[in-house]
């Protein structure tokens, strides 16, 4: 069963043409990698995706229903959220206050609940408060509760941008290279992490990354890009064996004539 579906999907900037007539299937609860040489169009798509570009042409459908004319805000409503290439925390506030600020999203209460701190404002920001700290110490972030989220380590920096964005009980995580400078045994926890948030919150990700290990290692199936079109598709050994694939990341092969 599919949750996400790109059809004949393009977008064009003026007389440029960053993606042109893309698709593929996304199915739920799988781990789909997206990947390319950079400029290939990887973080346009997530961008047509979460509504935040709009589609020239073709179409986009999430659980089979059209999501090319919203804005970014309701396709969050919806059940979609991401991660960014160039980490956007509030990094004034603590590890902590950045999760809790996105748990408030679920809040139900009124404003007048919180202005008389009514039994429902009691139980739900209990509830929120609980969630934030289970968040945090899910991404191995339980010691740094009250560290301003600047002063993190890049890494933990980057499972923080995660944590915030589970905590809007997403149905689609996009990913967008969460393994960017991480060390190689920090890429190999990032990827058992990966699986952990797939299985422990029943959700479906979507990931572009540039560390290919990562990507072999947990994607059930991989797109590749290049200039903007799917160059190939399938399960990781297919796209290792694609010759297109190699000669996109590699160049072709000079013949040396003696």
């Not at 990032?190 to 990700?205: A, D, G, P, Q, Y």
């Not at 890009?225 to 799917?230: A, D, I, S, V």
Request: glycine share 8%; charged share 25%.
């Amino acid at each position: 069963m599919s949750i996400l579906e790109l059809k004949n999907v393009t977008k064009q900037f003026g007389g440029l043409t960053a993606v042109g007539n893309v698709d593929f299937v996304v199915e739920k609860d799988s781990i789909f990698g997206l990947i390319g040489p950079n400029g290939a169009g990887k973080t346009t798509i997530f961008n047509l995706i979460t509504g935040i570009y709009k589609v020239t042409e073709g179409e986009i459908l999430f659980e089979g229903k059209e999501i090319n004319s919203l804005e970014p805000y309701q396709v969050a409503e919806m059940g979609i959220t991401r991660t960014f290439q160039n980490i956007r925390l509030f990094k004034k506030l603590t590890t902590y206050e950045n999760i809790l600020t996105a748990c408030h999203y679920n809040a139900r209460y009124t404003i007048l609940d919180s202005l008389v701190r009514s039994k429902r404002f009691r139980v739900e920001e209990k509830g929120l408060l609980d969630q934030a700290g289970e968040l945090m110490d899910i991404m191995g972030l339980g010691d740094r509760k009250d560290v301003v989220a600047g002063n993190l380590p890049y890494g933990l920096q980057r499972r923080l941008e995660i944590a915030r964005a589970l905590a809007l009980k997403p149905k689609l995580l996009l990913l967008d290279e969460p393994a960017a400078g991480m060390n190689p045994d920090e890429t190999i926890r990032l990827m058992e992490l990966i699986k952990e948030i797939r299985s422990r919150f029943n959700l479906t990700v979507l990931v572009i990354e540039h560390h290919m290990d990562l990507i072999m290692g947990i994607c059930e199936k991989i797109v590749v890009l290049n200039f903007g079109r799917k160059l190939a598709e399938g399960t990781a050994q297919d796209v290792q064996a694609n010759p297109k694939v190699i000669e996109a990341y590699l160049g072709e092969e000079e013949v040396v004539v003696c």
